[in-house]
Nanobody, 113 residues
Framework: QVRLVESGGGLVQAGGSLRLYCAAS????????MGWYRQAPGKQRELVAR??????NYPDSVKGRFRISRDNAKNTVSLEMTSLKPEDTAVYYC????????WGQGTQVTVSS
């Protein structure tokens, strides 16, 4: 059973950058599409980045600012975030797309204005 551990979050000023990391305890090679999700207080969890077979997808809210990558050999998925905005503040999680793996603890990203 694959377990996911997210890290790399923190407090950053608007316009700043962060890189998030997701380490899987098992192989993600055969999992298929992986993604990063986020959940802001009082809001539903949303998918903000997806990668499958080298193809990436992003919603308009983060397109051009976020970049997802994966290393199947190392069982890791990363999310590079630039030009961060206060509305990006949330707990960020990685998971399969669709999300069928047990959620990790997530990593908090706080963007101050």
């Amino acid at each position: 059973q694959v377990r996911l551990v997210e890290s790399g979050g923190g407090l950053v000023q608007a316009g700043g950058s962060l890189r998030l990391y997701c380490a899987a305890s098992g192989s993600i090679f055969s999992i298929g599409a992986m993604g990063w999700y986020r959940q802001a207080p009082g809001k539903q969890r949303e998918l903000v980045a997806r990668i499958s077979g080298g193809i990436t997808n992003y919603p308009d809210s983060v397109k051009g600012r976020f970049r997802i990558s994966r290393d199947n050999a190392k069982n890791t998925v990363s999310l590079e975030m630039t030009s961060l905005k206060p509305e990006d503040t949330a707990v960020y999680y990685c998971n399969r797309v669709p999300a069928t793996i047990a959620w990790g603890q997530g990593t908090q990203v706080t963007v101050s204005s």
